[in-house]
């Protein structure tokens, strides 16, 4: 059984996908296709950068959509028994288009419009992110707690794996947590370079214009079920995908439990595709044993199927 994961933002980087486009006329045509939704050339930035524009919340999001879409079609007659797949954050998006519940253009302009909607969010009220290391999920929790006052709150944003977590919020909290999470036992915290506090109730302002566009598209049915970010169980109805798409703006990412989840329903082959390889280093922090491979240029491609 092989279950495919999509990597969210953060795995931006120039020259993403420019190869692929170069050996595949797939991969190629599908960036042209993002130009022309998009009506930029999201595919220059995406190869040429620069990298503090490609770094946008409203251009690493379709960009970083647009390479793993890329790999899924170079890879279509290679991809079989596909049992699940999943996303980080963004990463859910590409998943439900992977899986033919979105189309592409539906996808690209809904995550654009989301990663807009991210961007004011963090204008009008400004958060903070926060990387954990070496603390367990209920110390997390309740540093998050002690943190939090009644106008400034810090929560617990991706549970990336047992050791690593993020955290997110108001700066004020978000900079108490970092010390208390220290004085617990946290052997690093350090602080994410992003736009606002996402995966938080601060992100709340943008969910009225998500709700809109998601109302606004159609949802199929998926080929294979996709696993929520928000409730690590696997989604098939049209109608629970769009909520949980929107819940899942201010909700934690839930990426332990979602691999634990595939695992114990007896995956045993995971693609990671488009950039970057931080989903497979987290799954092997997660699983030791579990089999993955990065797949996001021809030479990791030749790699994966031999």
């Known amino acids: 059984m092989v279950g495919l994961l999509f990597p969210g933002q953060g795995s931006q980087l120039v020259g993403m996908g420019r190869e692929l486009a170069e050996a595949f006329p797939e991969a190629r045509r599908t960036f042209e296709e993002a130009d022309d939704t998009l009506g930029f050339a999201l595919s220059q930035v995406a190869w040429n950068g620069p990298e503090d524009e490609l770094t946008a919340t409203s251009i690493a999001q379709p960009a970083i959509l647009t390479h793993s879409i890329a790999v899924v079609r170079v890879m279509a007659d290679r991809l ?50 926060a990387a954990v290391l070496g603390l367990d999920e209920d ?25 690593q977590l993020v955290i997110s919020g108001d700066v004020a909290a978000v900079e108490r947590a970092m010390e208390l999470a220290k004085e617990a036992g946290a052997r690093r915290s350090l602080r994410l370079n992003v736009s606002g506090a996402f995966h938080s109730p601060l992100m709340k302002v943008a969910e009225e214009g998500l709700a809109a566009q998601l109302d606004a598209i159609t949802f199929e049915r998926p080929r294979f079920p996709i696993i929520s970010n928000v409730t690590a169980k696997p989604v098939s109805e049209p109608d629970a995908a769009r909520r949980l798409l929107l819940e899942q703006l201010t909700s934690a990412v839930r990426w332990t439990a979602s691999m634990h989840t595939m695992i114990d329903a007896g995956v045993k082959q995971f693609y990671e595709l488009g950039p970057g390889n931080v989903l497979a280093g987290l799954l092997r922090r997660i699983e030791r044993s579990a089999h993955v491979q990065s797949i996001g240029s021809p030479a990791e491609l030749e790699g994966a199927v031999a």
């Not at 998943?95 to 009008?124: H, I, K, N, P």
């Open 139 to 163: 110390k997390v929790e309740a540093v998050c707690e002690r943190a939090s006052t009644e106008g400034s709150i810090c929560v617990p944003a991706n549970y990336n794996s047992p050791n």
């Open 80 to 129: 079989d028994d596909i049992a699940y797949g999943a996303g980080h954050s963004l990463g859910e998006f590409t998943a439900y288009v992977a899986a033919g519940a979105l189309s592409f253009a539906d996808g690209l302009r809904t995550v654009r419009l989301r990663g807009e909607l991210m961007q004011r969010a963090g204008e009008e009220r400004p958060g903070a992110m």
